[in-house]
Antibody
Framework: QVQLQESGPGLVKPSQTLSLTCTVS??????????WSWLRQHPGKGLEWIGY???????YYNPSLKSRITISIDTSKNQFSLELTSVTAADTAVYYC?????????WGPGTLVTVSS | DIVMTQSPLSLSVTPGEPASISCRSS???????????LDWYLQKPGQSPQLLIY???NRASGVPDRFSGSGSGTDFTLKISRVEAEDAGVYYC?????????FGQGTKLEIK
């Protein structure tokens, strides 16, 4: 069974770049036909798609975040990553990495990222 | 964007009793393939969401058969035949037909 684990700083200053990595275990990131996704959940709120990447490198980004997002994949490390630039307090959320898009089959435990000076 | 609307937003159910959650989409989720691109997820307290139902009515691996999904087009329902204490949490529907994929607001299930 595929397992995912997010890692990265829990605190980011306003205007800086949020960088998270998702490590995939229990399967190769290039097999299974999965898209590798990032989602987030603002405190006490619902779920929001950030975007996803296929192992070939094709990406989809949420249009509302598109100008600030980069999702990349490192097949040699079985990892994929998220960069979100120019963060504000509105980017404070639990960030989830996941496999699949519809449906989202496996989820990481999530990591809280707080944007604050 | 496709807007997903769930009802009710909260419900309180006695163990052993049934529960039902409705999800409506602003556009039909029925693809030309015949599949409805509608999934259901449960987020238990302090956990990440877990997949319950995909394509409207297919239970994910390991999901108890007391959970069932039905509906087509724009109207969908998640039913729990006999609620158990472990079913507490927030239930979300999600449309996967059109990127940007979107979720409903969530329905909080409390066990009495």
């Amino acid at each position: 069974q595929v397992q995912l684990q997010e890692s990265g700083p829990g605190l980011v200053k306003p205007s800086q770049t949020l960088s998270l990595t998702c490590t995939v275990s229990g399967g190769s990131i290039t097999s299974g036909g999965y898209h590798w996704s990032w989602l987030r959940q603002h405190p006490g709120k619902g779920l929001e798609w950030i975007g996803y990447i296929y192992y070939s490198g094709n990406t989809y980004y949420n249009p509302s975040l598109k100008s600030r997002i980069t999702i990349s994949i490192d097949t040699s490390k079985n990892q994929f990553s998220l960069e979100l630039t120019s963060v504000t307090a509105a980017d404070t959320a639990v960030y989830y990495c996941a496999s699949g898009v519809t449906p989202v089959v496996y989820w990481g435990p999530g990591t809280l990222v707080t944007v604050s000076s | 964007d496709i807007v997903m609307t769930q009802s009710p937003l909260s419900l309180s159910v006695t163990p052993g009793e049934p529960a039902s959650i409705s999800c409506r989409s602003s556009q039909s989720l029925l693809h030309s393939s015949g599949y409805n691109y509608l999934d259901w997820y449960l987020q238990k307290p302090g956990q990440s969401p877990q997949l319950l139902i995909y394509s409207g009515s297919n239970r994910a691996s390991g999901v108890p058969d007391r959970f069932s999904g039905s509906g087509s087009g724009t109207d969908f329902t998640l039913k729990i035949s006999r609620v158990e204490a472990e079913d507490a949490g927030v239930y979300y529907c999600m449309q996967g037909l059109q990127t940007l994929y979107t979720f409903g607001q969530g329905t909080k299930l409390e066990i009495k």
